[in-house]
């Protein structure tokens, strides 16, 4: 006997890759030629997380924000980050109201599903602090009162590494609350040739569709809550994380925030590829992107040519994989 309880059936783990994949071909038609910045873009939209992409001027970062964002039928704000921005200016201030004779809040452009932040190194250190309270504990304080901020809640922001007039290195406080960091780089000729008949009469953003809701994209996240991580991999991640502190090519390591960020980007890689479970390939895959951009190189290493990227390469080298 089956009993109907009213609420609709939670959706398997291969239609929330359905959905996952709709999402993902949406992007890569404005994006073209760059899956793996579009699935990691989705990875740490799956994992509640924030991405950082950094790359040369021109290669599509606001592109790729862009199109992630209207990919998913949320509420979505763009801030444009300048050196005279105010923190208010992100998180909204509160206003007289003559009517009601009280002073009333009024939100920011931080109140949405999805946040762009632009070239967010442009934006003094002070306002930049601003995002830190955001992107870790999804909330709001303003006035003394705390105002949540709603789910799913992402924020994306673009910074030129190469750039150095007028701007404000991200402080590693703030670094490492991104999950992961995106460097799109150039794309190959024929992509670059298909782009000049795609984008070359209009901005192939005009005719992009959303491919998802907000609901869909919450249901994927509570199903990847449900992928499961035996201890073995578990233990991997930590080892991996540990290894960074106690490398001598580094003088600062990934942080036990750093740790959490794997876990859950692995559980959301995992889902990505239709898997209820993690494997080792899977934080190997992401160990790169999610760690890298919190490491710190020592003096040694910066006059050796040593970036973090190599040095965490050969420390993914050289640790065991976990035995079952």
């Known amino acids: 006997m089956v009993v109907d309880t009213g609420r609709p059936a939670e959706p398997s783990l291969d239609e929330l890759g359905e959905i996952a994949r709709r999402v993902a071909a949406s992007v890569e038609t404005v994006i073209a030629g760059k899956p793996a910045a579009v699935r990691l873009a989705l990875t740490v939209l799956l994992a509640e997380g924030h991405v950082l992409i950094e790359d040369v001027p021109g290669v599509g970062k606001t592109l790729l924000s862009k199109a992630l964002a209207r990919s998913i039928d949320c509420s979505v ?4 980050f300048t050196p005279d921005l105010l923190p208010s200016d992100i998180t909204g201030v509160s206003a007289y109201n003559q009517e009601i004779r009280e002073f009333e809040f009024k939100p920011g452009p931080i109140f949405a599903n999805v946040v762009l932040g632009d070239e967010i190194n442009r934006a003094s250190p002070k306002t930049q602090s601003a995002m830190l309270e955001c992107m870790e504990e999804r909330q709001v304080t303003v006035d003394g009162a705390t105002y949540p901020l709603q789910l799913p809640f992402m924020v994306i922001a673009t910074q030129n590494p190469i750039e150095m007039e007028g701007t404000y290195p ?47 994209i919450r249901a994927l996240v509570a199903a990847v809550h449900g992928v499961h991580v035996a201890p073995q991999i578990r233990q991997y991640v930590i080892d991996l994380v540990n290894a960074t502190r106690h490398s001598p090519e580094l003088r600062l390591g990934a942080s036990p925030r750093a740790a959490l960020h794997l876990f859950r980007a692995s ?3 995992a889902a990505l590829d239709g898997r209820d479970f993690v494997i080792p390939d899977d934080v190997q895959a992401l160990a790169i992107p999610v760690l890298a951009h919190r490491l710190l190189p020592t003096s040694e290493a910066l006059v050796g040519r040593q970036l973090p990227e190599q040095v965490l390469t050969r420390i993914v080298e050289r640790l065991p994989l976990p035995g079952r």
Not at 77 to 80: A, H, I
């Open 77 to 80: 704000r763009r801030v444009q």
């Open 170 to 216: 991200l402080p590693e406080a703030q670094r490492d609350r991104f999950t992961a960091r995106i460097a799109i780089g150039y794309p190959d000729p024929g992509a670059e040739l298909a782009m000049l008949d795609s984008h070359g009469s209009a901005s192939p953003l005009d005719d992009l569709k959303p491919a998802a809701h907000a609901s869909d």
């Open 267 to 269: 559980k959301a890689w």
